[in-house]
């Protein structure tokens, strides 16, 4: 088999393995074993993370050691269409250079393309490359939470490759740092009503990756039913449920509401509900593609609502929290900053929970922002909860690494590069901070639509980067 047909058998294997984040146990095994397998030490921790040490090709090597590193957790989400089940994994459609799922899910080639070319290099003895360290990380997507209790005291390398980056021939050398949020309203107990039962969706959003994506003036679902919901708000309007299944690093594409309404104002509000619908859709008409739906039920004895003043509460805080992009770099053009995403929402123990992603740049934005949120939770007599905190990665002026890696893509492809920083966190802040005097640099393949159900991979764009790999390690090994 030749080595880029190894690099889409592996990756479609690693596809078939679920390994949402916190389920990671298959793909670790999946790693350790492949690794014993082919004669390398490795080792795997309490949370899976997993180092291979792979000698260098060349004979009588003693040059310095790199570091591949990726992440196998994936963020897994589906059209609510989809009749994919999680447990049996994912199989992936080719239609001509573009992989993608065949059942309307995420892919998982974020970050599936780096184990994908870590294991092309390990079943090959013909690659020349130096001694390796392969660097496999878990629950990156909730928070580079494996990144973060890793134990690198045995990681000695001088250069450090991250393989979690989705966009060819630009090399980012800085990223945010983030933290996750929890906001809980309180909700009164649910009581029966003698109310028409309508079930409200706004769906059909593109969504996308939070950091990556966050800037692209996309609407969030959340938000945006809320909105609609504030808007037709009356004592006539009961609150029966909210919920958006989603991820904290994926804008929200779709959320359900199930409200109850007196018979004489069902008119009243479908008409307040669709006119704003309208007005949202034209507000996005360049950037996004919402729609609602309302779905009528006569089973009026089905549903129990929540208090008014407890749905009160839940739409003063959707109409309070802020999301997307708080604020520009100033440093960087073109650059967000600072920002806030909605993931998801869920009924929790007496309470509706909001699950957020804040990022920046700045470490004092970021706690800036929090502070806001918090404020808003204590105004309202709500719960604001931060964890997973993570720390941005800081541009290195002085980096080999990087000044290597542009002129090899500028003498293989014949034009140049770019370096950048990216919104959306990276695991090389973590790496920087442990790895004493590490030259860092984050690369990868174009990646289409990341932590949605379009997730895509260009083939070609795949192979290039592939090719731009082997002649760094080669370069470095020299």
């Not at 088999?1 to 999946?30: F, H, Q, V, W």
């Not at 013909?126 to 990156?140: G, M, N, R, S």
């Not at 804040?358 to 931060?386: H, N, Q």
């Not at 991979?457 to 760094?472: G, H, K, R």
């Amino acid at each position: 088999m030749e080595l880029k047909e190894k690099i889409i058998y592996y990756l479609k294997e690693i596809i078939k393995i679920p390994r949402a984040s916190g389920d990671e146990k298959n793909i670790s095994d999946y790693l350790v074993k492949f690794a014993k397998e082919h004669g390398y030490k490795v080792t795997q921790d309490d949370l899976y993370n997993v180092i291979i040490e792979v000698p260098s090709t060349i004979p009588g090597y003693a040059g310095p050691s790199v570091v591949l590193q990726g992440h196998m957790d994936m963020v897994y989400v589906k059209e609510p269409d989809s009749p994919h089940i999680y447990e049996k994994g994912i199989d992936c459609t080719f239609d001509g250079d573009r992989i993608y799922s065949a059942q309307k899910t995420s892919l998982g080639a974020d970050n599936g393309v780096a184990l994908a070319y870590c294991l092309t290099i390990m079943s090959s003895n013909e690659i020349p490359h130096p001694d390796l360290k392969i660097i496999v990380t878990t629950q990156e997507e909730v928070g580079l939470i494996g990144a973060q209790y890793l134990d690198c005291s045995s990681i000695k390398s001088k250069y450090f490759i991250n393989l979690d980056s989705e966009s060819e021939g630009e090399f980012f050398t800085s990223c945010a740092g983030g933290v996750r949020n929890y906001f809980t309203v309180p909700m009164g107990e649910k009581r029966p009503q003698k109310l028409i039962p309508l079930t409200i969706k706004l769906q059909g959003l593109k969504g996308g990756h939070s950091g990556t994506d966050i800037n692209l003036g996309r609407g969030n679902a959340i938000k945006l039913l809320g909105r609609v919901l504030k808007e037709a708000n009356s004592d006539d309007v009961m609150l029966s449920s909210f919920k958006a299944e989603g991820k904290a690093n994926s804008i929200s594409t779709a959320a359900t509401a199930i409200v109850g309404v007196t018979p004489s104002k069902l008119s009243e509000f479908k008409a307040k509900t669709t006119e704003t619908a309208a007005i949202i859709k034209n507000e996005l008409q360049y950037t996004d593609t919402p729609n609602l739906i309302i779905e009528e039920s006569k089973d009026e004895s089905a549903y129990k609502y929540y208090d008014n003043d407890s749905k009160n509460k839940l739409l003063n805080a959707l109409e309070l929290l802020p999301f997307g992009v708080v604020s520009k770099s100033f440093a960087i053009k073109g650059l967000t900053e600072t920002s806030v995403n909605i993931g998801s929402a869920e009924e929790n123990n007496g309470g509706i929970k909001f699950l957020s992603s804040v990022r920046s740049s700045v470490a004092s934005r970021k706690y800036e922002l929090l502070g806001r949120i918090d404020t808003i939770a204590r105004v309202l007599g709500c719960k604001s909860e931060e964890f997973n905190d993570y720390p941005q990665w800081n541009y290195n002026p002085n980096s080999p690494l990087r000044e290597l890696a542009l002129k090899t893509y500028e003498d293989m492809f014949h034009k140049r590069a770019t370096t950048a920083s990216i919104h959306g966190g990276l695991e090389c802040g973590y790496f920087d901070s442990k790895i004493k005097d590490a030259d860092i640099i984050s690369m990868g393949c174009n990646l289409y639509d990341v932590h949605t159900p379009k997730e895509q991979v260009s083939i070609q764009s795949l192979y290039n980067v592939w090719d731009m790999l082997l002649e760094i390690l080669k370069r470095l090994a020299s």
